[in-house]
């Protein structure tokens, strides 16, 4: 209590609840009243609390088994709407060496770039990654959403995914384009439905060709909702106001339904759902998996909500322990997403909430939790299961 006395503390809190229960505007007499109580509090993004907790804290250097991510960014392609027919030009988002350095130093044997675009990009991200170590890198293809208004779009995309493949592609990846962006001129027009009959060929060919689907549909459910005071990611939203789907988008529950009706009609088709499909309904995606021997699932940047429910999130990982895949959703640089940057402290993060029973300590390497204020429980997983999910299970889909 330094700046504060104790008694402001509880004025504060104490007329803040009067305030909200009572669902009144800053004005009136309960609006005055919230007024005064708040004067002189901290602004929330000062407040940077510190744990006073005395726990164990755990630092694991290499994880227990050598681990594949199925889930970076190391290169980027141009965007959908960029009409970059032939697939434009790669950017790689680090050197290959300086990625190789944190990968030995953290036990990754294999990181899956899923980001390698098409055409010409495809070609540089594997003469970039794959080629010079084979062992280390393996490089996913994206659909070439800017040829959707072609007539014969639905059999070209199928035929390029058997020439990705051909050029040593090893999965296809779909980004949220799917359901929420891609419209019937690309940009314009009418929403373009993630089960669209249009990508069925391309979803057979995936099965064909031995290529997993990595996809990612729909976002946190409070993406979904008003960027308010009740909203629990409020200062992710504020931060990156674009991420926000709420008002004229599918609702959450839509766009995974549209994709529950794609994995059903293409059983010979492995999926692997980005982000756990709904990270914060494990009973839900629970259901799904039951349903659908061809889904599997990774936890990319979802340990922050994997981690605050350690003991449903626990089950989860027993009940399904052979469809769960290690995924990081790492960006090198990517500085703007801080539970996503690439490097030595986001893997300990990640195995330290596998390996351990920790209590409550921060999901990502910031100042200040990034996708909500909260912190995480390890979940303490035995070494049966971390194999397979560091390693056995995504080397089975990839066919390693
Ligand atoms: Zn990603």
Redesign the pocket.
């Known amino acids: 209590m330094s700046r504060w006395s104790r008694r402001q503390w509880m004025t504060a809190v104490g007329a803040g609840a009067v305030a909200a229960s009572t669902e009144v505007d800053v004005s009136g007499q309960f609006g005055e009243q919230r007024a005064e109580a708040t004067k002189g509090l901290l602004p929330l993004v000062e407040y940077e609390p510190k744990s006073m907790l005395t726990v164990p804290e755990s630092k694991i250097e290499k994880s227990r088994f050598p681990v594949i991510d199925i889930?970076t960014?190391l290169s980027w392609s141009p965007g959908f709407s960029d009409q970059a027919p032939g697939g434009g030009k790669m950017s790689p988002t680090a050197t290959v060496d300086e990625i190789l350095q944190v990968m030995d130093r953290r036990n990754l044997k294999m990181l899956v770039n899923?980001?390698g675009g098409s055409g010409t990009c495809l070609d540089q991200a594997l003469d970039y990654f794959h080629k010079p170590h084979s062992d280390r890198f393996l490089v996913f293809t994206e659909p070439s959403w800017w040829n959707i208004k072609q007539s014969n779009y639905p059999q070209w995309q199928a035929d390029e995914l058997g020439k990705a493949r051909q050029k040593g592609a090893r999965g296809l990846k779909v980004?949220k384009t799917l359901g929420l962006y891609l419209r019937e001129n690309v940009t314009t027009g009418d929403l373009i439905k993630v089960d669209d009959k249009r990508f069925d060929p391309m979803w057979e060919a995936a099965g064909a060709n031995k290529m997993p689907v990595l996809i990612?549909v729909s976002d946190p459910e409070a993406f979904f909702l008003p960027i308010d005071r009740f909203n629990e990611r409020y200062e992710e939203l504020h931060a990156h106001p674009d991420w926000s789907f709420h008002g004229n988008f599918p609702s959450n529950k839509e766009v995974h339904e549209a994709r529950n009706r794609v994995v059903e009609r293409h059983p010979k088709t492995q999926f692997i759902l980005?982000h756990v499909g709904d990270s914060e309904n494990l009973g839900w995606v629970s259901e799904w998996l039951d349903k659908y021997p061809n889904m599997n699932v990774e936890f990319?940047?979802r340990i922050g909500e994997l981690g605050r429910q350690p003991r449903t999130s626990h089950k989860f990982f027993e009940k399904y322990q052979d469809r769960i895949l290690f995924g990081t959703?790492a960006v090198p640089h990517g500085d703007e997403y801080p539970q996503q940057v690439y490097g030595d402290a986001l893997y300990q993060i990640y195995y330290r909430f596998l390996e351990t029973e920790d209590e409550y300590f921060d999901y990502s390497p910031a100042r200040v939790p990034p996708q909500g204020r909260w912190r995480i429980y390890g979940v303490g997983l035995p070494e049966t299961i971390l194999r397979k999910i560091y390693h056995d299970n995504a080397a089975r889909l990839l066919g390693l």
């Open positions: 889930h960014h899923l980001t980004l990612h980005a990319g940047a959703d």
